[in-house]
Every structure is written in structure tokens, then in C-alpha cells.
């Protein structure tokens, strides 16, 4: 057979890497730099998919029957899935309309159906955390974020790195604006927040009610100064993730 | 402008429906809208297929059993980002039930499974010729240019493969010299890449 040219140094780490062959180490460099190097990314993603197919030659084997009900038990009640879901059902008017609608027949029934309660004083409502984890690969917290209803504050903490928004030497391309988006599935602007900083942002009696368990924050990459439409976000979602309690 | 978060929330959902001959990618979509009875049919039509990946990779079944559970649960947190032109679901989902097995492997140690490779140990890879007729496009293709690899490439491709292990590893287990096992694999990456080109 002909012996094909020889490949170059880059494509060789990159067939190593998907072949499996590098150390932690390496293994751990190579996926600093398919992060930051497309070219490289696209190297080691075209070797993948020029091996996978030996997985298919592999002799199917039936799992043990319990397996799935394992699985079935491991699944997240909520993720990002039941807030896009969420969102696309905001996005039909009339589809909304007929949620509101609902939301206030069960509100309703909820409190025609509600027990008498004995007077207790009120306990402290308690502090809402969400980790806004990246939408581009998922496994990272870009953000995390938490509630303080006695404060009536969100406390943003970016982990994204400082000046990564920067132009070298230069001013900000971008910044990085805060939605929430409580059930209704409507974004309401909150501010920006800096790579790498962290700040508590006040939040005004009428939209308090918005900062419950299920709501959805999000960050979204826009121009300097925001969304132009203030409103909706104008550009990518970067990150999101849900308000719930600790 | 509703509109533009919308469509950016679409764009998703979107790219899962666009040109897909992939009869599981519908199933894909609506896993990433969180239907539970989809992650149970892909469960249906896939599980014995990534169980034997995972179960090649590990050789012992509870071990297996507890990674194809983490693959399916990983499907489900990232279906969203399947893309059906990049992929099939059948190579997206053993990919991931790959590394996963890999990542279990490595966890057990840089020599675990330290039985030392026959050089032409390769019958177990080896599709039968039903399989063979089976695979379709990719995978036959694929199998065809790894038989033009001489035996003991094929032999150290196949394991590295499958096993996720390392240079100094694998020449241990041939027991060749580094160097050598370096240049039978990088030599074999670029025939078989010649080969898949042709």
C-alpha cells in the first residue's frame, strides 16, 4: 500500500490526543489548546470522527434489566432542558396567555385548598444560588449568583477571566449582561457585570417577586452599554443557570 | 425585540432538525426538550450497543453498568448539543460512552489491565463477516483501511483505542522500545488517514 504523507506535527497531537495516547499532562494541555486554538480543535474533532467507527464493529451486549431504572433515578428533576422548554412555550403569545391563565387556575385552587395555618412568625425566606454554567461546553460555571431576599440583593460573581472581554490594550468589545427570567419566561435586564469582578445589585421592590426557586439567570454577550434593545438580549446567551435553594 | 431571544433559544432546537436521515435524531430533539419516554427509546435502541463498548473497554460488567448509567444521564443533560451534521447519534452516544469507559479505566491505574498485547491479537475486533456486511459506509470503510495496516499496527491502534493508554504504557506491554511503538503509530496514522482519503 502507499504510505501516505506523513502527517504534520500538529496533526499528530491531535490524532494522538483522540486516539487516547497522551498522559494526564498532555491530555490536560492538549484540551487547554483545543479551547483556545479552533484549528487545532478541528484537527483532533476530524480524527474523532475518523475512529469512532471502530466502535461499531464492538459486539452489542444486553445490560442487566435494573440498569434503567437507575438511570431513570439519576436524571435532574430541572436542568437548562426544562428552561429552554420554558422559554419556547414564552415565545407563542397565545401559548403564554393560556400558561398565565393556568398559573392563576392553580394559584386559585392552590389557596382555596390550603389548610388554616397557626400564626408563627415568618421564617427568614432563604438565600437562592445559582451556578450559571457555560452554553458553550456545559461542564463549566461562568458565573455563579445568589439571591438574598432579606437584602433584597443578587451578589453576581464573574469567574470569567479579567480582560478577556478586552481588546488588547484597547476598551471593551463587549460586556457580559445579567437577565432573569422568572416562569413566564420573560428576560428582564439586571445590569452588567465585569469579567473576573464580583457585585450585589439592589434589586427594586417590583421585580423581587421575579427572584424565586426555577427562575433563570442568564448572561448574554452584548456591546458596550447593553442590549440596544433593552429589553431582550441582543447577542449570544454565554451562560445560564437556575435559582434554586442551597 | 422578543424575537431575537427566541431565535436565539431556536437556533438550538433548529440545528437538531435540519437534514437528518438519522432515524434517532428526532429522539435527539426531543430528549433536549426533556421527554423522558425519548431517553428511554434511544435507552431501547442503543443500550446493548454502548454496553458492549463499555463492557469491551472495562471487561467487567458492574463497572459497565455504572458507566453506561453516567452516559445516558450525560445524553440527557447535553442532547441539546448533538449535531446531526457532524455526526450520527449511534457515533455521538459511543463516543461519549467511550471516553467515559476510558475515564473510568485510567482511574484504576496507568498499567490496570496490564496483560501484555499478542501482537496479532486482534480477534476480538475483528467483525465477523455478517458485521462487516452490517456496518455500514464509515465503519466498513474504516475497518477496511485498518486491514491494510500491517497486524501489529492495527494491533496497537486498536488498543490504544480502546484502552486510552499511554506510549510508555503500550511499549511496556509490547515490550518494544518507545521510539518504536511511537513510529508503528504515527506511521499507521497517516497510511490510515491516506487510506480513509482515497
Redesign the interface.
Known amino acids: ?7 504534520s506535527e500538529l496533526e ?1 497531537l491531535a ?2 490526543h483522540a ?6 499532562n498532555a491530555r490536560a494541555e492538549a484540551e487547554a489548546r483545543a479551547a483556545r486554538d479552533p484549528a487545532f480543535a478541528a484537527l483532533v ?1 476530524a480524527w ?17 434489566a435494573g ?2 431504572g ?3 433515578r ?3 428533576a430541572n ?4 428552561i ?2 420554558r ?2 412555550f ?2 407563542g403569545a397565545t401559548a403564554g396567555a393560556l400558561g398565565l391563565a393556568a398559573a392563576s387556575l392553580a394559584v386559585a385552587v392552590m389557596l382555596a385548598a390550603r389548610p388554616p395555618v397557626t400564626l408563627q412568625p415568618p421564617a427568614p425566606a432563604p438565600i437562592l444560588n445559582a451556578s450559571l454554567m457555560s452554553q458553550a461546553d ?1 461542564a463549566q460555571p461562568m458565573f455563579v449568583a445568589a439571591y438574598d431576599p432579606a437584602r433584597r440583593a443578587l451578589i453576581v460573581t464573574s469567574l470569567v477571566k479579567a480582560d478577556s472581554l478586552r481588546k488588547p490594550g484597547g476598551d471593551a468589545a463587549h460586556v457580559h449582561e445579567l437577565w432573569i427570567i422568572p416562569a413566564d419566561g ?2 428582564h435586564a439586571l445590569g452588567m457585570i465585569e469579567p473576573g469582578k464580583s457585585k450585589a445589585m439592589p434589586m427594586p421592590k417590583d421585580m423581587a417577586p421575579m427572584f424565586a426557586p426555577g427562575s433563570a439567570i442568564a448572561v448574554s454577550l452584548e456591546p458596550p452599554g447593553g442590549s440596544p ?1 433593552k ?4 447577542g ?2 454565554t451562560a445560564m443557570g437556575m435559582l434554586d435553594k442551597i | 425585540m422578543l424575537w431575537a431571544w427566541a431565535l436565539a433559544q431556536i437556533t438550538v432546537s433548529r440545528r437538531l432538525i435540519v437534514l437528518s436521515s438519522d432515524i434517532l435524531a428526532p429522539l435527539m430533539v426531543r430528549i433536549a426538550a426533556g421527554d423522558r419516554l425519548a431517553l428511554r427509546e434511544l435507552y431501547e435502541a442503543t443500550s446493548a450497543k454502548l454496553f458492549g463498548v463499555c463492557l469491551r473497554i472495562l471487561s467487567d460488567r458492574e463497572e459497565a453498568e455504572d458507566v453506561l448509567q453516567e452516559v445516558y444521564v450525560t445524553v440527557w443533560r447535553r442532547a441539546d448539543r448533538f449535531d446531526p451534521a457532524r455526526a450520527s447519534v449511534t457515533t455521538w452516544i459511543s463516543t461519549i460512552a467511550r471516553n467515559r469507559a476510558i475515564d473510568r479505566l485510567r482511574a484504576r491505574g496507568p498499567l490496570a489491565k496490564a496483560d501484555p498485547i499478542e501482537d496479532f491479537e486482534i480477534a476480538d475486533d475483528q467483525p465477523d463477516a455478517e458485521t462487516r456486511l452490517a456496518a455500514a459506509g464509515d465503519a466498513a470503510r474504516l475497518q477496511g483501511c485498518l486491514a491494510e495496516l500491517d497486524p501489529r499496527t492495527q494491533a496497537v491502534i486498536r488498543t490504544a483505542f480502546f484502552e486510552g493508554i499511554t506510549y510508555e504504557a503500550l511499549a511496556q506491554r509490547m515490550g518494544a522500545p518507545l521510539g518504536t511503538v511511537k513510529s508503528w503509530i504515527r506511521r499507521g496514522l497517516a497510511r490510515l488517514k491516506g487510506c480513509l482519503e482515497r
Open positions: 500500500m502507499s504510505a501516505g504523507p506523513d502527517l499528530t490524532a494522538e486516539l487516547g495516547l497522551l498522559g494526564a474533532d474523532r470522527q475518523r475512529l469512532a467507527p471502530m466502535l461499531e464493529a464492538v459486539e452489542p451486549v444486553a445490560p442487566a440498569v434503567w437507575r438511570i431513570e439519576a436524571l435532574p436542568d437548562n432542558a426544562a429552554r422548554r422559554l419556547r414564552w415565545r456545559g420573560k428576560p434593545t429589553t431582550a438580549p441582543s449570544p446567551i
